[in-house]
C-alpha cells in the first residue's frame, strides 16, 4: 500500500510538494500548474484537480474526476502528471480548460 508516489515514477518537470493533510500535489517546474488529489468529505473518495496559477494574482482550481481510495489517487495523478506533460507538448498554447477537458474524454487517467 502505496499512498506517496515514488521519486522515479513522477514524471520529467514535476516534483512533489510537501504532503498537506489529504493532499497529495505534483508542481509543474514552471510554477504555473500542479496536479493534486484530495480526499473528497465523503468515504475514502479522491478528487483530482488541476490548478493553475498566473503570475501569483490568482489561482484556479478545476474538478478532474475521482477515484475510489488513496492507493488509487496515487496511479491516477502520475497518468494525470503525464497527460499534462503529452497536451502541453502537443500544442503551446493548450489552455487549463483544454487539458481537463481531454483528460476527461481520454483513458489515460483513470478517473
Known amino acids: 500500500m502505496n499512498h506517496l508516489p515514488d521519486t522515479e515514477d513522477i514524471p520529467a518537470g514535476w516534483e512533489q510538494t510537501p ?3 489529504d493532499e497529495i500535489e505534483l508542481q509543474h517546474e514552471d510554477g504555473n500548474i500542479s496536479v493534486k ?8 473518495e479522491w478528487e ?12 484556479t ?4 474526476g ?12 502520475l497518468s494525470f ?3 499534462v506533460n503529452d497536451l502541453r507538448r502537443e500544442r503551446d498554447d ?11 474524454r481520454s483513458e489515460r ?3
Not at 488529489?37 to 475514502?44: C, E, L, N, T, Y
Open 19 to 21: 504532503v498537506r493533510g
Open 37 to 44: 488529489a484530495v480526499r473528497a468529505s465523503i468515504a475514502d
Open 48 to 59: 483530482l484537480e488541476l490548478e493553475d496559477s498566473i503570475g501569483n494574482r490568482y489561482t
Open 61 to 64: 482550481i478545476r474538478p478532474v
Open 66 to 77: 475521482r477515484v475510489a481510495t488513496r492507493d488509487r489517487a496515487v496511479p491516477a495523478l
Open 81 to 83: 502528471a503525464r497527460a
Open 94 to 104: 493548450v489552455l487549463p480548460d483544454d487539458i481537463v477537458r481531454e483528460v476527461q
Open 109 to 111: 487517467v483513470p478517473v
